[in-house]
């Protein structure tokens, strides 16, 4: 009773980029339906499988908003959507239709609230990338982006690697470092340095955002450029050895703060810091990059 006089937003922004996010969206439109919010999803980073169609349960099913970015797994320009509920909400207790009110409040808030001019080159963009998320080669893209997360989920637990979650449902896995001496802003910064790009990422437990203990890998970008799970058990191969490179040096400068650490393998690096940079090129450059032909 208490509940169905308020009206709210529920933000759902760290389901949409957490490793199992769908029983957790059920979990929330339950409890937000029965006090009456408004259930807002943000699948910025799982737009591309959402439009692929390889999620288990799309955000669409539950959300009354959902917003995304363009520029991640969409694989479209710098840009964002924003989709809203329209038509028959239900009705009132005496009968009456409720329809939803969101429209013309989202299309005030974006212009004249906060955005001046059309991007015109970026809704050209965006127009294609649409049009190629609707295409039987993206749908096939996005089950291969699952596929090959999976794999290197698996590998990633067979080398004893702790994964938050357990595992995956979508495009990324998140490490947990926790019990390995080392942390995410350490082989985040080494992995960078072997030209692998991945992010530093909270666990839960965590205290410090700049010095987190989990790495999230992805697997959409080296999807594009052809690799299926043979190829991401080899991407764990090199993970590995960069994780190993980290605690390592950690371990010669057992008092060295992360900015010293970071002064250590930029202007000292070990040899197997080079080696392993050498490796990822060579072997990174058998996979053509997307637009190259020759
Ligand atoms: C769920 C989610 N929404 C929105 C954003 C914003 O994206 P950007 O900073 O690329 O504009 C991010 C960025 O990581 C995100 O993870």
Known sequence: MFYSKLRFIVYLRHIA???????LYLLFSC???????????DMAHISGLVAGGVVPVSPFKYADVITTTT???LRGPRGALIFFRRGLKGTDKKGNNIMYDYEDKINQAVFPGLQGGPHNHTITALAIALK??????????????IKNSAAMADALQSKGYTLVSGGTENHLVLIDLRDKDVDG?????VLELADINCNKNTVPGDKSALQPHGLRVG??????????????KQVVEFVDRGIKIAQDVKKSNPTHKLKDFKDTVLNNPPPALAALKKEVQDWAAKFPMPGQFW
Do not use: N, W
Request: aromatic share 8%; net charge negative.
């Open 185 to 189: 802003a350490r082989v985040e910064r």
């Open 31 to 41: 409890s937000v339906y029965q006090c009456g919010a408004i259930l807002l999803a």
């Open 219 to 232: 697997a959409p970008a080296m999807t594009t450029r052809g690799l299926v799970e043979s190829d991401f």
């Open 17 to 23: 980029d957490t490793p199992l996010p769908h029983t």
């Open 132 to 145: 190629a998320a609707g295409s039987p080669e993206f749908k096939a893209y996005q089950e291969q982006v």
């Open 71 to 73: 520029h991640k797994s």
